[in-house]
């Protein structure tokens, strides 16, 4: 499968993703599924103009150009061969050129900028140039905007992706090379931009104010290979000692030039171009025979900012052979208790559209209907463990399934054994598994409706490794050889990871009562709690508020839980109306967690327990709006927020556990 879906370059809008989805469709229909169909969306997507394309470079007093970079990554396999192969840019980076002194603000992060605050150092009216990692990219120039930057180019440095030094790059292992461009969406908004909410439907109202669909600023990623140039001629501070990246240069802080350049700038224009392009699903369902109304729902994007190995094609790959094997089933006599749907999402890589149009379309029938999301984005990223995010409702039912099948590192081991030695949840022998933040297409489902999700992947060992992705991620190198040759040549952990999707589908779409333990949330929600008091409630108090009630309304949720638990032990699952009762319980636990009007400044994030930083969607914030509170509260001296949102996540908690009632 992987080597057929990642042969070319199948970019959202395009005419080979189509293709991609006339073969997934294909492939559902030949394994028997009752229904298969397209569900076609018209979103506004943004590609580079390639009649006028983006430049950065230097000019000299005379605004001549004295360099230009190159935009491009060098070829170094016959896989990466496509006219199709989209130059590098940042998806809805705004339109503009801007001149300027360059300054240089380590990865772009909050923090740094306040550094640089600290030593006097101001961004107005300058172009940042920034490390990618550490934070979701369309964060960067958000916060580089408030800081007063008027644009700014994201590199890839080698401290981030090629740390071992580029003689360990690709082909010859597994890092970026020199030449190689991360591309990405800067769009901090879900969804098609014009339809925010709704659907992107024929019918849909499209707002056709651009403010907020593109980045405030101008933005372009570099190579290592050019920006190079432009951070050799920054003059001004040394760069502190954690901000000095691998490249063979003294890293300064800029804000102008050595002095024969003293009176150049800096040139970026960016030409992106937003368009109109239909986008198209494929979901393909197999019924029910006792709860076809109880839907467990599995997904994976199919879109690919170039050729797409691993980012998606290995877990498009995963659910095509989950599926084939199902269909062998269904042939055989077999169907689930409960309605499966497996889903390819389209354009997950802009803003994740296609998931996002999908649940908003369907979003009342999925609030009454949905038991689960299964999520896989990426199936192997690395060699060294499994890795899972989840609602924690889901922790008992994937600890079980990875008990079951074998890791590839060891045969003698499982996944669990594995899993639990190299991410070990502090304090336990048990794996650690992290909440689910934004990044991928569950979101909408945990977020919006409040579906309890799981994603999993093989990973590399992200707690020591710098990396805050594979090296190729969203390049021209993301290819099947890469794969091939520096992650998974015989493609076993690919089928460890198959094994887990089978395993969880089949656990939750057959078995008569749900595999879910309530106590897990319970003591999860009180571990994250504990975390924040320790580091907070001091500063809470002094400010006028207490945290009291909040610990209550966990104490009496961790009561419930363990008696709702408890009460279901001995079920007799023949008892059909009790069984679908307890059932419709556990399903709708999530749900009691969502507030209907929003986390601050974000209507789409509706979770009070878990969802991403307002100033990183990459990084999951447990109790999200007190952690976005806080931030308001530091950086504004305003707490009125803080006191509403540990309001709300008491009221919240306390009304999930009146839905564990025991009847």
Not at 411 to 419: F, Q
Not at 542 to 553: F, I
Request: glycine share 6%; aromatic share 12%.
């Amino acid at each position: 499968y992987i080597r057929y879906l990642s042969k070319k370059v199948h970019h959202a809008g395009s005419a080979e993703n189509l293709k991609l989805a006339d073969y997934v469709k294909s492939q559902w229909e030949s394994a028997s599924f009752d229904d298969v169909r397209f569900q076609k969306y018209r979103a506004l997507l943004s590609y580079p103009d390639s009649k006028n394309p983006n430049v950065v470079g230097m000019k000299d007093q005379s605004g001549t150009f004295r360099y230009r970079a190159s935009m491009k990554e060098e070829k170094l396999h016959p896989d990466e061969n496509d006219p199709e192969l989209l130059a590098p840019y940042n998806a809805y980076a705004a339109k503009g050129l801007v001149e300027g002194q360059l300054i240089y603000v380590n990865y772009g992060r909050y923090s740094d900028f306040v550094a640089l605050q600290k030593l006097n150092i101001s961004c107005r009216g300058k172009i940042a140039i920034v490390r990618y990692g550490r934070m979701f990219r369309g964060d960067k120039p958000k916060i580089g905007q408030m800081f007063g930057c008027i644009g700014m180019i994201i590199y890839n440095d080698p401290a981030d992706s090629a740390p071992e030094g580029y003689e360990k790059s690709y082909p010859n292992d597994w890092y970026l090379p020199y030449s190689g461009v991360q591309r990405g969406s800067v769009s901090t908004l879900l969804g098609d931009p014009e339809t925010p909410g709704r659907p992107s439907l024929d019918s849909a109202y499209r707002n056709s104010n651009l403010s907020g669909i593109v980045s405030s600023i101008p933005v372009q990623p570099l190579s290592a290979k050019d920006a190079i140039y432009l951070l050799e001629s920054l003059d001004g501070l040394d760069a502190p000692a954690e901000w000095r990246g691998k490249l063979p240069i003294k890293y300064k802080i800029g804000g102008s030039f050595i002095s024969n350049m003293s009176n150049w700038v800096v040139h970026l224009a960016v030409n992106n171009e937003l368009v109109h392009k239909d986008i198209y699903n494929v979901i393909g369902t197999i019924k029910g025979q006792i709860e076809p109304d109880r839907y467990v729902i599995v997904g994976n994007h199919r879109d690919a900012w170039n050729f797409g190995a691993i980012d998606p094609s290995s877990a498009t790959a995963v659910m095509l052979e989950v599926s084939r094997i199902m269909g062998i089933h269904l042939k055989q006599g077999w169907r689930p208790r409960r309605t499966i749907k497996f889903c390819s999402w389209d354009a997950e890589e802009f803003a994740l559209i296609g998931s996002t149009e999908w649940v908003e379309e369907n979003a009342k029938e999925l609030a009454q209907r949905a038991v689960t999301y299964i999520n896989v984005d990426l199936a192997v990223i690395g060699n060294y463990s499994f890795a899972a995010q989840a609602s924690p409702i889901f922790t008992k039912a994937v600890h079980e399934a990875a008990k079951r099948v074998k890791d590839p590192n060891d045969l003698t081991k499982s996944v669990y054994d594995i899993w639990s030695t190299r991410f070990p949840l502090p304090g336990t022998q048990k794996p650690f598994m992290g909440l689910l933040a934004s990044g991928s297409d569950y979101k909408s489902f945990i977020q919006y409706v409040g579906i309890s999700s799981i994603n999993f992947a093989y990973v590399f060992n992200f707690v020591t490794s710098p990396l805050s992705n594979y090296p190729t991620y969203h390049t021209r190198y993301d290819t099947f050889d890469y794969i091939q040759r520096t992650l998974d040549p015989h493609f076993s952990f690919h089928a460890s990871i198959g094994r887990m999707m089978m395993l969880l589908t089949v656990e939750f779409s057959d078995y008569p009562l749900l595999h879910i333990n309530t106590i897990d949330y319970a003591q999860t929600i009180g571990m994250y709690f504990a975390q924040i008091s320790a580091a907070y409630k001091p500063l809470l108090q002094s400010h006028g508020v207490t945290l009291d009630y909040l610990q209550w309304a966990i104490g009496n949720f961790t009561v419930a839980c363990s008696r709702f638990d408890q009460s279901i032990q001995n079920i007799d699952v023949n008892d059909a109306l009790k069984l679908r009762r307890i059932n419709d319980q556990l399903m709708y636990l999530e749900r009691a967690f969502i507030i209907p009007e929003g986390l601050p400044g974000r209507s789409y994030d509706k979770h009070v327990i878990m969802a991403s930083s307002q100033i990183d969607q990459y990084n999951v914030a447990p109790f999200p709006g007190i952690v976005d509170a806080l931030f308001i509260g530091q950086t504004q001296n305003k707490w009125e927020e803080a006191k509403i949102q540990v309001a709300n996540a008491a009221y919240l908690i306390h009304a999930a556990t009146k839905t564990l009632t025991v009847i």
